[in-house]
């Protein structure tokens, strides 16, 4: 999937102003129309500009996308790195699953899930009226998922400044991170959302929790996933040993003959709920290095004594 430069196909500057992209769409559109244009690729310079115009009209993608491209130039192979949105703030709304057929996946790939979210508390023709929810996703530890805690958090918002130029504002809110809170799970912060019209409430703040990437460990749901270093006589002959938990480590009985690759579960220690997550370690048997004389006299005593022959099933 290539990067798609939005300005350039625009032929607008980064710096442009909202009245300035929108001037832009308009001659452009006019330009590469289906049913005027004699280009001989007007239908595709057509749906490609009107792709650039979704992205760039609307504060909110323009802010996520100027924030992402960054680093990237037009036709670079392209994949969304993981969380790329994290801690940036959205209001609800966004294009349909109708709109997304239209485009691109480099478009659908960026904006397709996170600018679906129904719109919630418009106003109408009422005097009064509630004001929008805002969405982010946030990143948090995975031991906070054990213990609960506060945090604080940082979440950007994109705003219009007096020329219609797109700034970034940031604001700071101390989270309450409840025990047990899974990936994905939406934690609602009431009245955080935008301000009410005609002495409506506020809307509400969603937070969408995602586990910042774990040195050790791997989530699935509510259970954790860890690779357990063995070494070939503990694998073979058993052990107990001990094992690393979020909650603390535990003694794990390693039951002789283990092969690599076999999971050991550790029932009620993933992430805490009703009922709660099992904690599965992966055997890994780890070879000790032959980097002394020693070493290499014991690897040779076991080529010697021992008729081990693991591709005897291979016929060769």
């Given amino acids: 999937m290539d990067f798609k430069d939005y300005y350039k196909i625009m032929g607008v500057e980064k710096d442009a102003s ?13 330009k590469y129309h289906p049913d005027v244009s004699k280009e001989p690729d ?42 790329w949105d994290a801690g940036f703030e ?16 480099f478009f659908e790939a960026l904006f397709g899930q996170n600018f679906r979210s129904a719109q919630t508390g418009r106003g109408h023709a009422a005097y009064a009226a509630r004001g929008e929810d805002h969405h982010a996703r946030v990143l948090i530890e995975l031991e906070d998922a054990y213990t609960g805690a506060t945090r604080s958090i940082s979440l950007r918002s994109p705003e219009l400044d007096t020329h219609g130029h797109v700034t970034t504002q940031q604001r700071t809110l101390n989270v309450k991170i409840p025990k047990g809170v899974k990936q994905g799970q939406r934690i609602r912060l009431s009245g955080q ?12 703040l969603y937070l969408e929790i995602e586990f910042n990437p774990h040195g050790i460990y791997r989530v699935d749901g509510h259970d954790v996933y860890l690779d357990l270093p063995l070494t070939p006589w503990e694998a073979a002959l058993g052990a107990s040993v001990k094992v690393p938990t979020p909650d603390g480590p535990v003694d794990l009985k ?21 009922p709660p997550g099992d ?16 070493a290499k006299t014991l690897y040779k005593e076991m080529e010697q004594k021992l008729a081990y022959k693991p ?6």
């Avoid at 909202?18 to 006019?30: T, V």
């Avoid at 959302?193 to 509400?204: L, V, Y």
């Avoid at 904690?279 to 020693?294: R, S, W």
């Avoid at 591709?311 to 060769?316: A, H, T």
């Fill in 279 to 294: 904690l599965y370690v992966i055997a890994q048997i780890t070879l000790p290095p032959a980097d002394t004389d020693v």
């Fill in 311 to 316: 591709r005897s099933k291979l016929g060769v």
């Fill in 90 to 105: 959205f209001r609800g709304g966004g294009f349909t699953d109708g709109d997304a057929a239209g485009y691109s996946d």
């Fill in 18 to 30: 909202q009245d300035e992209i929108k001037r832009a769409y308009k001659k452009l559109a006019r």
């Fill in 193 to 204: 959302g935008s301000p009410g019209f005609g002495g409506g409430p506020a809307g509400d």
């Fill in 254 to 274: 390693i039951a002789p003959g283990t092969p690599a690759g076999r999971k050991l579960r550790l029932k009620a220690r993933g992430i805490p709920g009703s």
């Fill in 42 to 83: 007007a239908e595709a310079r057509f749906k490609e500009v009107g792709e650039a115009y979704e992205a760039l009209k609307d504060p909110e993608k323009r802010a996520a996308y100027d924030q992402l491209g960054a680093n990237w130039k037009a036709g670079q192979d392209f994949h969304p790195p993981p969380d």
